[in-house]
T-cell receptor, first 116, second 115 residues
């Protein structure tokens, strides 16, 4: 496997279900991100992890719970979601260096989530 | 505050023609990087090109070039010789030295290439 992988690619769940999204990066990067992309809305940053430590949490509801057990894996645990949470969830990774701005983010293919 | 603005929600271009996608940015940081991504209907975000704030020359990558005008705070993407496979959403993004891990994205431009 190369790059950034995400599973599952598609997920349909009811409002009372609990599910998890998984992201894995094979690039040796030290930062990982979760984004939400809803139809006709800009990309919304949800969480940022740097060296497994959460550095950003952009006022995300507690029904979304991230987990970063190591610098290669990132999870997004979902419970009691709402229909408006239906969106494409993108994971990304990047190498963050002090004083550098040239390291792009590499994105996974995304998980298309539908909440019924 | 950091901000990226893309004012063209949708663009059309004839196949084999060139097209320019606009991007303006706002930051008080002196050191920053500008990125363009392509997102086909499959959903994956594909990195296209990067421009550093201190780079004196405009970045180029194959058919992609970045028209960087620092005084105007604009970083427009130029796609030459458009192909049908170029039809996608295009996002401009910025990262600054002072904001570390955060990338700021614009709202995107939907490009349709007409045969």
């Amino acid at each position: 496997e190369t790059g950034v992988t995400q599973t599952p690619r598609h997920l349909v769940m009811g409002m009372t279900n609990k599910k998890s999204l998984k992201c894995e990066q094979h690039l040796g990067h030290n930062a990982m991100y979760w984004y939400k992309q809803s139809a006709k809305k800009p990309l919304e940053l949800m969480f940022v992890y740097n060296f497994k430590e959460q550095t950003e949490n952009n006022s995300v509801p507690s029904r979304f719970s991230p987990e970063c057990p190591n610098s290669s894996h990132l999870f997004l645990h979902l419970h009691t979601l709402q229909p408006e949470d239906s969106a494409l969830y993108l994971c990304a990774s990047s190498q963050i260096l002090r004083g550098g701005t040239d390291n792009e983010q590499f994105f996974g293919p995304g998980t298309r989530l539908t909440v019924l | 505050a950091q901000k990226i603005t893309q004012t063209q929600p949708g663009m059309f271009v004839q196949e084999k023609e060139a097209v320019t996608l606009d991007c303006t940015y706002d930051t008080s940081d002196q050191s920053y990087g500008l990125f363009w991504y392509k997102q086909p209907s499959s959903g994956e975000m594909i990195f296209l090109i990067y421009q550093g704030s201190y780079d004196e020359q405009n970045a180029t990558e194959g058919r992609y070039s970045l028209n960087f005008q620092k005084a105007r705070k604009s970083a427009n993407l130029v796609i030459s010789a458009s192909q049908l496979g170029d039809s996608a959403m295009y996002f401009c993004a910025m990262r600054t030295m002072n904001t570390g891990n955060q990338f700021y994205f614009g709202t995107g431009t939907s490009l349709t290439v007409i045969p």
